[in-house]
Nanobody, 125 residues
Framework: VQLQASGGGLVQDGGSLRLSCATS????????MGWFRQAPGKEREFVAA????????YYADSVKGRFTISRDNAKNTVNLEMNGLKPEDTAVYYC???????????????????WGQGTLVTVSS
């Protein structure tokens, strides 16, 4: 399984970006797709996730109301629409796939089996 994240870049405080994660998976079953991020000097943290079976979404409190995760079945992609970006959102963003999805672990990085290479998001003040 391959995951390819794209869409990162430099944006000003309050701006918007749209990240996409293309996946080679063809049968998703009870999967979840998630986005995590890691800022310099900090641990990787959960951002958002979507369950493939019912499209239920999960968000970190820090991004709730600003970020929206969605999926495109036809293109096998998961998107992260980021609005109202803040300097503290600066990080490398990673998409990941959890092939044994449960709501109890959807926000935990070790539950995810496959990871993309990351895309850098920089928000200037």
């Amino acid at each position: 399984v391959q995951l390819q994240a794209s869409g990162g870049g430099l944006v000003q405080d309050g701006g918007s970006l749209r990240l996409s994660c293309a996946t080679s998976m063809r049968s998703f079953g009870n999967y979840a797709m998630g986005w995590f991020r890691q800022a310099p000097g900090k641990e990787r943290e959960f951002v958002a996730a979507i369950s493939w079976r019912d499209s239920y979404t999960y968000y970190a409190d820090s991004v709730k109301g600003r970020f929206t995760i969605s999926r495109d079945n036809a293109k096998n992609t998961v998107n992260l629409e980021m609005n109202g970006l803040k300097p503290e959102d600066t990080a490398v963003y990673y998409c990941a796939a959890d092939t044994r999805f449960t709501p109890a672990t959807v926000k935990i990085d070790w539950a995810y089996d496959y990871w993309g290479q990351g895309t850098l998001v920089t928000v200037s003040s």
